[in-house]
């Protein structure tokens, strides 16, 4: 599917098949399925064209991410899409693809290093007592 130069804008044909496609935003490890919106890999001001091989699926904040704030990214020889940082340095892709890999990734390392997290690790346990100033000084102090 393409429009080659006619237009910058993506026809519905086109989007319809990047939803397909990409199934949400390509930035490694980002799971917005909403909200996307479609990229020319090479920027059609410097002739790329409109068509499927020349864009990728990137949500708003990855959007603005390589347009305002130096993030690059490019298609390989083998097609597959890779981001670099502002330095130049290649970000990873997030193992587990694109449902929630990198979630479930920091959930395995975790376990395996015996940290278990639940919906009550961050739970505060204060009752809404007067704090003790005195006990928390000499509290610090002491792991000084």
Same mark, same amino acid.
Do not use: Y
């Given at each position: 599917?393409?429009i &080659?130069?006619?237009?910058?804008?993506i026809?519905? @044909?086109? +989007? +319809?098949?990047?939803?397909?496609?990409?199934?949400?935003?390509?930035?490694?490890?980002?799971?917005?399925?909403?909200?996307?919106?479609?990229?020319?890999? +090479?920027?059609?001001?410097?002739?790329?064209? =409109?068509?499927? #091989?020349?864009?990728?699926?990137?949500? =708003? +904040? *990855? *959007?603005?991410? /390589?347009?305002?704030?130096?993030? &690059?990214l #490019?298609?390989?020889?083998?097609?597959?899409?890779?981001?670099?940082n502002?330095?130049? /340095?290649?970000i990873?892709?997030?193992? &587990?693809?694109?449902?929630? &890999?990198?979630?479930?990734?920091?959930?395995?390392?975790?376990?395996?290093?015996?940290?278990?997290?639940?919906?009550?690790? @961050?739970?505060? *346990?204060?009752?809404?007592?007067?704090?003790?100033?005195?006990? @928390?000084? #000499?509290?610090?102090?002491?792991? #000084?």
């Amino acid at each position: 599917m393409a429009i &080659g130069r006619k237009s910058r804008s993506i026809p519905p @044909a086109i +989007r +319809r098949a990047l939803q397909r496609r990409d199934g949400g935003c390509r930035f490694p490890g980002c799971t917005a399925s909403h909200f996307v919106e479609a990229h020319h890999i +090479r920027h059609w001001a410097d002739d790329g064209e =409109t068509c499927m #091989e020349n864009l990728v699926l990137l949500c =708003t +904040r *990855h *959007h603005h991410l /390589v347009h305002e704030a130096g993030f &690059g990214l #490019e298609k390989l020889v083998c097609g597959k899409i890779q981001f670099t940082n502002p330095q130049g /340095v290649v970000i990873p892709e997030v193992a &587990g693809g694109r449902s929630r &890999g990198n979630v479930d990734r920091l959930f395995r390392l975790n376990l395996d290093s015996g940290i278990r997290i639940t919906p009550k690790t @961050a739970q505060c *346990h204060w009752m809404g007592e007067k704090m003790d100033d005195q006990l @928390a000084v #000499e509290g610090l102090l002491f792991r #000084e």
